[in-house]
């Protein structure tokens, strides 16, 4: 198999991205931040958990190559005010004047008037650029479709938790990149259980943090998946993958053998599925 591309349309925000992002709520050190940005990663989401390590490197890039870097802001606000004021002031802790994508986060019903009259009005301003959604109810997700208030999708997609392939996928095929939502994927490695060989069934190879990228990436309505390395080890691991490029079918199907697995031997499994 070939690489990934190295930079892609984010759907209709219009943003050049790299297939892989990078959250910011684990501890990889901020030399592996700017080592991946060399690489050409460049979709940074600074989370409702903020690390130093990752501010620190926005705040490096931003100094001389600002316009390669994409910052997403996520606010789980469901007040006006407050959403201006945690954006003002992730912005103000970064040191920009503004941000690539504001992430309204875990709305499972459309989000209230007052919210998206705060974000459109900082877009406006220019605060932000566009306006991305994450949801656990994925059937939220095509109704908005044609809804151009929002630019960006993030959704949880994973070997073990596949159901975004048919309530949310589905819904973007056979549109034109840039006339439908830029999808983001999140919680790849199903919290490290994919990568835990205590939960791979007997008989099968435990997956890798590599193998967890290069499956939600192989899915072609997949624009970027979203990394949350620990260490420096892990980020090698998540960089890995764009290098590695999609999995054959026969790769798809062990990690989907894993997958069901895990999904079957969690109790808990069809909750954190957002059913």
């Given amino acids: 198999m070939s690489a990934f591309p190295d930079r892609i349309p984010l759907g209709r925000s219009?943003?050049?991205?790299?297939?892989?992002?990078?959250?910011?709520?684990?501890?990889?050190?901020?030399?592996?931040?700017?080592?991946?940005f060399e690489r050409g990663v460049?979709?940074?989401?600074w989370g409702s958990i903020r690390r130093s390590q990752m501010g620190d490197a926005i705040r490096e890039i931003a100094r001389d190559r600002r316009d390669d870097l994409v910052v997403v802001l996520q606010s789980y606000s469901r007040v006006g005010p407050l959403l201006r004021h945690f954006v003002e002031r992730g912005l103000r802790r970064l040191g920009l004047d503004r941000a690539d994508v504001l992430?309204?986060?875990?709305?499972?019903?459309?989000?209230?008037?007052?919210v998206l009259d705060a974000a459109l009005e900082l877009r406006e301003r220019g605060r932000i650029a566009h306006v991305a959604l994450s949801t656990h109810h994925r059937r939220l997700l095509?109704?908005?479709?044609?809804?151009e208030t929002y630019a960006i999708w993030h959704v949880r997609y994973n070997a073990?938790?596949?159901?975004?392939?048919?309530?949310?996928?589905?819904?973007?095929?056979?549109?034109?990149?840039?006339?439908?939502?830029?999808?983001?994927?999140?919680t790849t490695t199903r919290w490290g259980h994919l990568c835990?060989?205590?939960?791979?069934?007997?008989?099968?190879?435990?997956p890798t943090g590599t193998d967890c990228y290069r499956f939600a990436l192989s899915h072609p309505q997949v624009d970027v998946a979203l990394a949350g390395p620990a260490?420096?080890?892990?980020?090698k691991q998540a960089l890995a993958a764009l290098d590695a490029g999609p999995m054959d079918d026969a790769e798809l199907a062990w990690m989907r053998r894993v997958g069901d697995h895990i999904y079957g031997g969690d109790r808990r499994a069809a909750l954190l599925d957002g059913r």
């Avoid at 943003?15 to 991946?36: D, I, N």
């Avoid at 095509?142 to 809804?147: A, Q, R, Y």
């Fill in 196 to 206: 835990d060989p205590r939960r791979t069934p007997p008989g099968e190879r435990t």
């Fill in 160 to 186: 073990v938790h596949r159901g975004a392939e048919r309530e949310v996928f589905p819904s973007l095929a056979g549109r034109e990149a840039t006339k439908r939502p830029g999808m983001v994927t999140y």
């Fill in 42 to 45: 460049n979709y940074f989401y």
């Fill in 103 to 114: 992430l309204l986060g875990w709305h499972n019903k459309p989000p209230s008037r007052a």
């Fill in 142 to 147: 095509p109704t908005l479709l044609d809804d």
């Fill in 14 to 36: 219009g943003l050049r991205v790299a297939k892989l992002g990078l959250g910011s709520s684990f501890k990889a050190p901020t030399r592996s931040y700017l080592e991946a």
């Fill in 231 to 235: 260490d420096a080890e892990q980020m």
